[in-house]
């Protein structure tokens, strides 16, 4: 099986901008979730989609949103960039909301 | 809220040292445990986890993690240790919750 797919691997946007990352789960995966990476912060917890509606929603502001379509494939979207919002970006895929995940590469965004 | 608190931010050791990662999360309710790794430059893999039943739980390349209930620990451990090791280890409550990562690093 393929792995956790995300494009695009890098993006490098400005202040203010909006950005749409996407990421294609395992195949048969129905959990999606994101999470945000930075040095010392550890992974931070973005939100969860499981058949297409969202579960779990961490603390972040509104300008982090996301979706799942009916594939599972999911995308997020963060508007009106901001200098911390540089980041990996990571997406993860699981078979039901409870059981482990398997991670994708992740997106390196710099906002600059 | 839940949160989870990784004791050690870098441990340095050298090859056949034994290892020992703290844990401890706080959450009230029923836990899935794991413990992930992220080797340089690839990507973060399950390491092993728990769900309920025998507390001494077993995972991949000779890791294992003890779940205390009452100490609301679940520390990772390796008898002896190789340079592979060399890694970030996070725990994690669920999906929701991940430690701020423990970087080891295996000195040959």
């Known amino acids: 099986k393929a792995g956790v797919t995300q494009t695009p691997r890098y993006l490098i946007k400005t202040r203010g901008q909006q950005v749409t990352l996407s990421c294609s789960p395992i195949s048969g995966h129905r959990s999606v979730s994101w999470y945000q990476q930075t040095p010392g912060q550890g992974l931070q917890f973005l939100f969860e989609?499981?058949?297409?509606?969202?579960?779990n929603k961490g603390n972040f502001p509104g300008r982090f949103s996301g979706r799942q379509f009916s594939n599972s494939r999911s995308e997020m979207n963060v508007s009106t960039l901001e200098l911390g919002d540089s980041a990996l970006y990571l997406c993860?895929?699981?078979?039901?909301?409870?059981?482990?995940?398997?991670f994708g590469p992740g997106t390196r965004l710099t906002v600059t | 809220a839940q949160s989870v608190s990784q004791h050690n931010h870098h441990v340095i050791l050298s090859e056949a040292a034994s290892l020992e990662l703290g844990c401890n999360y706080s959450y009230g309710g029923t836990v899935n445990l794991f413990w992930y790794v992220q080797y340089p430059g690839q990507h973060l893999q399950l390491l092993l986890k728990y769900f309920s039943g025998d507390p001494l739980v077993k995972g991949i390349k000779g890791f294992e993690a003890e779940f205390i209930k009452s100490k609301f620990s679940f520390n990772l451990r390796k008898p002896s240790v190789q340079w592979s090791d060399t890694a970030e280890y996070f725990c994690a409550v669920r999906k929701l919750s991940f430690g701020a990562g423990t970087t080891v690093t295996v000195r040959a």
């Open positions: 993860a895929s699981s078979f039901h909301r409870y059981y482990e995940q398997y």
């Open positions: 989609y499981f058949s297409e509606t969202q579960r």
